[in-house]
C-alpha cells in the first residue's frame, strides 16, 4: 500500500496562487504516476495533474496548464502542485493519488488516493 498526506489548501482571492503539497510513504516503489484530481461541488472528478514517478515527466489538463506546475522532490517524496492566477472555477476538494499502471488522465487509473484537502477561491 501507498499512504499520502496532503497539505496546503486554504482560502484565496483570484488571480492568487496556492501550493498543495503531497508526501508519499509506504510502497513508493510501485508508484507510476502521482497525480492531482480535484472535485468541485456538485461535480465529478476531474484530473488535474501528473508527473511520472520514474523520470519526472508531467501532464496537465488543458483547464489548468499554464497555471498550475507540479514538481517533486525525490528525497522526499514529496509532490507540489503550484497554482497560479487562480479562478473561481479552480474551487475544489483536490486529491493527491498515484497509479500503479499507465493510465493517469482519468481518475478511475488511480489506486490510491489521500484525504483531501479544500482549495476556495473567491472572485
Known amino acids: 500500500q501507498v499512504q499520502l498526506v496532503e497539505s496546503g489548501g486554504g482560502l484565496v482571492q483570484a488571480g492568487g496562487s496556492l501550493r498543495l503539497s503531497c508526501a508519499a510513504s509506504g510502497r513508493t516503489f510501485s508508484i507510476y504516476y502521482m497525480g492531482w484530481v480535484r472535485q468541485g461541488p456538485g461535480k465529478e472528478r476531474e484530473f488535474v495533474g501528473a508527473i511520472r514517478w520514474s523520470g519526472g515527466s508531467t501532464y496537465y489538463s488543458d483547464s489548468v496548464k499554464g497555471r498550475f506546475t507540479i514538481s517533486r522532490d525525490n528525497a522526499k517524496n514529496t509532490v507540489y502542485l503550484q497554482m497560479n492566477s487562480l479562478k473561481p472555477e479552480d474551487s475544489a476538494v483536490y486529491y493527491c493519488?498515484?497509479?500503479?499502471?499507465?493510465?493517469?488522465?482519468?481518475?478511475?487509473?488511480?489506486?490510491?488516493w489521500g484525504q483531501g484537502t479544500q482549495v476556495a477561491v473567491s472572485s
Open positions: 493519488a498515484v497509479t500503479r499502471g499507465p493510465v493517469y488522465a482519468h481518475p478511475r487509473g488511480y489506486d490510491y
